[in-house]
C-alpha cells in the first residue's frame, strides 16, 4: 500500500495539479492544459503518461481539426480503476463496487445483525467483497480504496467506533486497519449519516455547498456539509443532533442516560413507544411508517409532533450554519410529508426570514441508495486526492528506477 506521508515529505510531483483540472470528466487537449497551466507541452506529455499508467487518465475522441494533424484528447477514466463501497447498518450490510464517478456498478447485501460483532460482520464484508470483484471480473489491482460507514460514533482519524450504543464488541475495534490487512488498499470509515450526506449531495445536489442530512431512523443524526466540505468536528461527531435537549421531553428518558433527548422523542421507536401506550399494536419503524401510511390518525399526529420536536433542534441549526437545503431521509422519512411538515412548520415559523427565504426542506432523493453511494464517494475523494495521486506517481517512478 502506498504511504501518503512519501509524497508530502519527497514534495508534490506536480502531476495531482495536472490531474485536478481533468477531474471535471471534460475532455481537454495537451495544448488546452499546457495554456491552463503554464507548463511546456513536453512536461504535460510526461505527467498525463503516468496518469495513464496509473489508469487514473485516458484518450477519449480527437478534437476537431483546424487544418494538419487532429489533437487528440485525454480525460478523466472513469471506468479503469473501482472503489468499494461498503453501508454496515443496524441490520443489514451492502457492498457495491464503483466506478470513479461513484456510480454503482455492481452489488450484493446481506442481512446481518451489527450486535453479532466486528468479527463476523467484517468476515463478511471480507468474503463478500473478494466475491464481489471476482464476480464483477475486475483484479484487486483495480480497486483504490474503500469507503465504510458504520451506525455509530466514529473517530475519522483512527478509523475507530467510540462507544458505540448499538454495537456491542465493537468499541475501538480497528475496522480500517482490519479490512486494509485483506485488501491491501486505503480504508475511510466513517458514521452512516455523514456518508448518507455524501451520497445524497452526490446524487441530488451536486451544485449545493451548504446542506444538512437529517436521518431520522432508529436513532436521530445529521450529516453537515458547509462550503462545499463535510464538517466532522474536532473528534468526529459533529452534527449528532439526536442527544440535543428538547424542552417538551424534560422527563422522557433516553438511553445515553440524560432526559429530554430529541431522540428519545421522535425517533421511530420512541414513536412507537408512544402509540404502544395508546393501545396501538405496533413493534417496528416500519410499523408505524405503514399506520400513517392507511391514515391512522394518532400515527399520523405523533409522527407530525416528531417533526416539529426535529424542527425545534433543526431551527438552531438553520441559525448557525444557514444551509440551501435540510434532506430528511432515513426510514422513518418514508412516512411521507407528515414528518416533514412538522419540520417546515417550526423551522420556517421560528428561524430569521433571511435565514429561510431560499431553504429548502425536502425529502431525500437518494432514499436507500445514499448510504452506500456515499460510502464509494468517501473512498473516491481519499483516493484522487492530490497527496494521494502524488504518493501512487512517487511509487510509480520508484519501480521504474528499480526496473532499469
Not at 475501538?172 to 450526506?197: C, K, Q, S, W, Y
Not at 441549526?317 to 434532506?327: E, H, R, T
Request: net charge negative; charged share 20%.
Amino acid at each position: 500500500m502506498i504511504d501518503i506521508s512519501r509524497g508530502d515529505a519527497l514534495g508534490s510531483t506536480g502531476t495531482s495539479d495536472l490531474f485536478q483540472i481533468l477531474r471535471d470528466g471534460r475532455s481537454r487537449t495537451r495544448t488546452e492544459l499546457a495554456a491552463l497551466t503554464g507548463l511546456a507541452r513536453s512536461t504535460i506529455a510526461l505527467r498525463i503518461d503516468s496518469l495513464v499508467k496509473l489508469g487514473l487518465v485516458g484518450p477519449t475522441a480527437d478534437a476537431p481539426s483546424t487544418g494538419g494533424r487532429p489533437s487528440s484528447q485525454v480525460a478523466l477514466a472513469t471506468g479503469m480503476k473501482i472503489v468499494l463501497g461498503v453501508d454496515i447498518g443496524a441490520s443489514h450490510v451492502r457492498i457495491a463496487v464503483s466506478d470513479l464517478t461513484g456510480r454503482p456498478l455492481h452489488e450484493t447485501s446481506t442481512d446481518i445483525a451489527i450486535a453479532d460483532g466486528p468479527d463476523a460482520v467484517l468476515g463478511w464484508v471480507i468474503e463478500a467483497g473478494g466475491a464481489l470483484l471476482r464476480d464483477s471480473g475486475r483484479p484487486v489491482s483495480d480497486l483504490l480504496a474503500i469507503g465504510v460507514g458504520l451506525p455509530g460514533p466514529v473517530e475519522y482519524s483512527s478509523g475507530r467506533p467510540i462507544n458505540p450504543p448499538i454495537m456491542p464488541g465493537w468499541d475501538r475495534f480497528d475496522v480500517r486497519g482490519t479490512l486494509e490487512a485483506h485488501f491491501h488498499v486505503p480504508v475511510l470509515v466513517d458514521n452512516d449519516v455523514n456518508i448518507m450526506a455524501l451520497g445524497e449531495r452526490e446524487t441530488a445536489w451536486p451544485d449545493v455547498d451548504h446542506l444538512i442530512f437529517v436521518k431520522v431512523a432508529t436513532g436521530i443524526g445529521s450529516g453537515v456539509i458547509s462550503g462545499g466540505i463535510l464538517q466532522r468536528g474536532a473528534q468526529g461527531i459533529a452534527g449528532d443532533i439526536g442527544h440535543v435537549q428538547v424542552p417538551r421531553g424534560a422527563d422522557v428518558p433516553c438511553h445515553c442516560g440524560n432526559r429530554g433527548c430529541l431522540e428519545a422523542l421522535a425517533s421511530g421507536p420512541a414513536l412507537a413507544v408512544q402509540l404502544r401506550g395508546r393501545g396501538l399494536d405496533i413493534s417496528t419503524n416500519q410499523d408505524v411508517v405503514d399506520l400513517v401510511k392507511r391514515g391512522n390518525l394518532e400515527a399520523i399526529q405523533a409522527v407530525r409532533q416528531a417533526g416539529r420536536d426535529l424542527g425545534e433542534v433543526l431551527t438552531a441549526c438553520v441559525s448557525l450554519i444557514n444551509p440551501s437545503v435540510i434532506v430528511i431521509g432515513g426510514s422513518m422519512a418514508q412516512a411521507g410529508e407528515h414528518l416533514i411538515a412538522g419540520v417546515r412548520e417550526v423551522v420556517y415559523t421560528r428561524s430569521m426570514p433571511l435565514a429561510t427565504q431560499h431553504l429548502q426542506i425536502i425529502q431525500s432523493g437518494a432514499g436507500p441508495d445514499a448510504a452506500v453511494i456515499g460510502a464509494s464517494m468517501l473512498a473516491i475523494h481519499h483516493a484522487l486526492s492530490p497527496a494521494r495521486v502524488d504518493a501512487m506517481v512517487l511509487e510509480l517512478m520508484e519501480s521504474a528506477a528499480r526496473s532499469v
